[in-house]
């Protein structure tokens, strides 16, 4: 196997990491431990609810790739706002976030569950796409590359936006400055690029266009807020 899977199996790693992250972690809570220290067993238990939070957002990335819609997400996992948590996954290339390669972490994957469930062999790898149907990572390779010249270009407009914001609350009164001030003018064509790279990337990745389409409208409203009233949007 190649070192980067598909996306629904990198996703899917990513889902059963931190499921064992957080399997271990609750584990170390089973004991009952003689006089801890006082705020101890909150304290872990703080730990363990915001592991189940990142679980619950692995869970909802992986049912996105797998072609859940966000109306369905919502139903099931209530009605909050994952577009976020969409977008990062995409914008960090759609790999899981453990820092080992896909093949890497499906075998100390499958090696954990056969420690608890001796007998079982590659519970986790024999499930992977790219072990079902092969040729799907490298199909999934020429789609990864295919946009990867507009996520470059993303990240570039994200750090220039982030550039004219700067320069804009540097001002020493922004009140004074009016719809043409330079400052001004370069955070409109910031957020009027972002939002054209956003339309660009609805159409080149079809799987995530309602984020994609809700980040151009988003930076669509910004430019025009700017261009109409200046710094004082």
Same mark, same amino acid.
């Given at each position: ?16 990491? +931190?499921? +064992? ?34 679980? #619950? ?36 290339? +759609?790999?899981? +976030? ?27 790898? @024999? ?24 996520? !470059? ?17 540097? #001002? ?47 930076? !669509?409203?910004?430019? @025009? ?9």
């Amino acid at each position: 196997m190649p070192d980067v899977l598909p996306p629904r199996d990198e996703a899917r790693l990513d889902l059963s990491s +931190r499921a +064992r992250m957080l399997a271990e972690r609750a584990a170390d809570l089973v004991p009952v431990v003689v006089d801890p220290k006082p705020g101890d067993l909150i304290a872990q238990a703080v730990q363990l609810q915001a592991l189940a939070g990142e679980l #619950l957002e692995s869970a909802v990335v992986a049912e996105r790739e797998r072609g859940l819609s966000t109306d369905q997400i919502a139903q099931f996992a209530g009605n909050l706002h994952w577009d976020g948590v969409v977008l990062a996954w995409v914008e960090d290339g +759609r790999r899981n +976030r453990s820092g080992m390669p896909g093949p890497e972490l499906a075998g100390s994957l499958d090696e954990w569950v056969a420690r608890q469930d001796p007998g079982t062999s590659r519970a986790v790898t @024999d499930g992977l796409d790219a072990i079902r149907f092969p040729g799907t990572a490298q199909y999934e390779a020429h789609q990864r590359a295919r946009v990867a010249e507009l996520h !470059t270009d993303l990240a570039a407009a994200v750090q220039e936006r982030a550039e004219a914001w700067d320069d804009l609350n540097a #001002l020493a009164d922004p009140g004074d400055a009016g719809t043409d001030h330079p400052v001004n003018v370069r955070v409109v064509d910031a957020c009027r690029n972002l939002a054209s790279i956003y339309r660009d990337l609805a159409l080149a990745e079809p799987a995530f266009a309602h984020e994609y389409q809700s980040q151009a409208a988003t930076f !669509t409203g910004a430019a @025009d807020r700017f261009a109409d009233h200046g710094p004082n949007a």
